[in-house]
């Protein structure tokens, strides 16, 4: 499926399952918060399944799997985000292509900004950490909003601060929260097939695009 034929300036990149492969984090950190409150772990599909509308939501959603009260949820926060800045991207990996994806939207002229609802405490650091924050001109997490994607406001900010206009904006995620805020901001959207999209298929979330690397979207952008 072609991309509109417009003149991008500028691209957002979601973080987790579209760049970096985090379930290993979010797996590790729960069972450490889960197991100070007495309670077992969640299951990693569980956690494939859940993320992408914010820590906190992954969060509760954990408690209410395994039986917690949700009383809960401020000490499991305290102790999730313990443990979770203390192994942030030990358990993860950048999937394959990324880093040639990112240099070759910076090449072709694009400013790039990173757009995440993982906490901005947990994304910045993990994009140091794995070799990715120096194509960014901006990271913003989902605490630098007063609200998140599927939102369409965080997409609209972060246009703001690339001085681009959504509709020569591209947003590049891996679900149907990516693809509904980007509808709502008027960008376009590119999602990847491999990533966390609530255990739906990609295919049906109406991208403009969907592609299996992240070096694949230079390419389109040549034709459009």
Partial sequence: MPLPATRFTAAIIDLD???VDTV?????????????????????????????KGSEHLLRS???????????????????????LAINGQHSRVFD??????????????RLACLTNKPTAFARPLLALKGLDGFFAHAF???AFARKKPDPLPLLETCK???????????????????????AAGCAVVLVSYGYNHGEPVAAAG?????DRLDQIAPLLALA
């Fill in 24 to 52: 290993g984090d979010f797996e590790v950190a729960l069972r450490l918060a889960l197991a100070d409150l007495g309670y077992p772990p969640v299951g990693h599909d569980f956690i494939a399944r859940t993320v992408g």
């Fill in 161 to 183: 601060a690339l001085g681009c206009a959504p509709a020569s904006t591209l947003m590049v995620g891996d679900s149907s929260n990516d693809a509904a805020a980007a509808r």
């Fill in 62 to 84: 954990s408690l209410a799997e395994v039986g917690a009260p949700a009383s809960l949820y401020e000490d499991s926060w305290a102790r999730y985000q313990h443990h979770y």
């Fill in 207 to 211: 991208a403009d695009a969907v592609v």
């Fill in 141 to 143: 997490g989902g605490d």
């Fill in 17 to 19: 399952g579209t760049m």
């Fill in 97 to 110: 292509g990324v880093a040639e994806g990112l240099r070759a939207l910076r090449d072709a002229g694009l």
